[in-house]
């Protein structure tokens, strides 16, 4: 299955059946981020493969160049994911960083930190951005990229570049390159066993026959 054939499927699964998905076949955590990382801009359901970039605290007042260069380098379609370690009452993504995501025709942000410029980003480009916080504090002088396509981390997850991202209002998914295939096939085998039993929950007038013939909450 290629890449955009992935994405698109991923588009059409709920957030909830790819994260119980991801954690039967990665044998793991689910693969959801942190329910603080919630979408401050647009909430409809964003799938993409992850560009990474990790930044750190400085007293140095340098741009961040490896942030910079994966928006203007990654390709069409990439979910832009920062993360600061935990770091997250600092603005690592703003209103010139979106102009450059629009520009080179990016999917999203997902942010380990904060986002400022939230009403121009709604004004002007209604791009998804899924952060820890709301902060108007700079990276300038405070924060620094160290790197760029390298493995971070986010909570207890662990996403690699490439890794599939998906999510809307109900949160973040990281989904492995590696196990993409097989989550979302059973991510569609989850979206219609519960289509069939809400059905039967509604046509019974019963939650536990529904519970019953299907065994799923």
């Given at each position: 299955m290629t890449l955009e054939e992935l994405v698109a499927g991923f588009r059409e699964v709920a957030t909830a059946s790819c994260a119980d998905?991801?954690?039967?076949?990665?044998?793991?955590?689910?693969g959801w981020l942190d329910s603080d990382l919630r979408p401050r801009i647009n909430e409809k359901k964003i799938a993409g493969p992850a560009v990474t970039v990790l930044e750190g605290p400085t007293d140095e007042n340098v741009a961040p160049e490896h942030a910079l260069n994966a928006i203007?380098?990654?390709?069409?379609?990439?979910?832009?994911?920062?993360s600061t370690n935990g770091h997250g009452e600092i603005a690592v993504w703003g209103g010139l960083m979106t102009a450059g995501a629009v520009a080179n025709k990016h999917e999203a942000a997902v942010l380990d930190a904060g986002v400022r410029d939230i009403v121009e980003i709604k004004r002007d480009y209604d791009f998804p951005v899924y952060s820890r916080t709301v902060c108007p504090g700079t990276t300038l002088g405070n924060y620094k990229t160290i790197a760029s396509n390298v493995e971070v981390k986010i909570g207890e997850v662990i996403i690699h570049p490439g890794?599939?991202?998906?999510?809307?209002?109900?949160?973040?998914?990281?989904?492995?390159?590696?196990?993409a295939e097989a989550v979302l096939e059973m991510s569609r085998e989850i979206d219609e066993r519960e289509a069939e039993q809400a059905k039967l929950i509604i046509d019974s007038g019963s939650l536990r026959e529904g519970l019953a013939k299907y065994g799923r909450i």
């Open positions: 998905a991801v954690e039967k076949i990665a044998e793991g955590k689910g203007d380098e990654a390709d069409a379609g990439s979910v832009i994911v920062i890794d599939i991202i998906m999510g809307d209002i109900d949160g973040v998914v990281c989904i492995p390159r590696e196990h």
